[in-house]
């Protein structure tokens, strides 16, 4: 083979690397804009996740809140009740301890 021959070959050689060389630039390049799509998804689907738990976490607490009002609630009902029921009974007591007496009155007279 000629020198020429030679030469053509190895540029030819050459210019095919370069080619490979270029597209693996590119594809590297796509990758690289890929990873950074994919991580900006992750940030926000993380940041979504994060509201979400802060939102939840609110909630929560009201909950806990509203339950230890509606405990507060619940007693202070029972303990009306009973005094209702005391009040009820401590009447009946009166009225029939009236009529007691009256009756003693009636029956002394």
Do not use: P
């Amino acid at each position: 083979m000629s020198y020429e021959a030679e030469s053509k070959t190895l540029n030819g050689k050459l210019d095919h690397l370069k080619v490979e060389i270029e597209s693996g630039k590119q594809v590297i390049k796509e990758k690289e804009i890929v990873h950074k799509e994919e991580s900006l998804k992750q940030q926000k689907s993380r940041e979504k996740m994060q509201m979400n738990q802060k939102r939840l976490e609110r909630q929560k607490n009201e909950l806990i809140k509203a339950y230890k009002k509606l405990g507060q609630y619940i007693s202070l009902l029972r303990k009306t009740n009973t005094h209702l029921q005391t009040a009820n009974s401590l009447d009946f007591s009166l009225k029939d301890y009236l009529q007691a007496i009256d009756k003693t009155d009636i029956i002394s007279a």
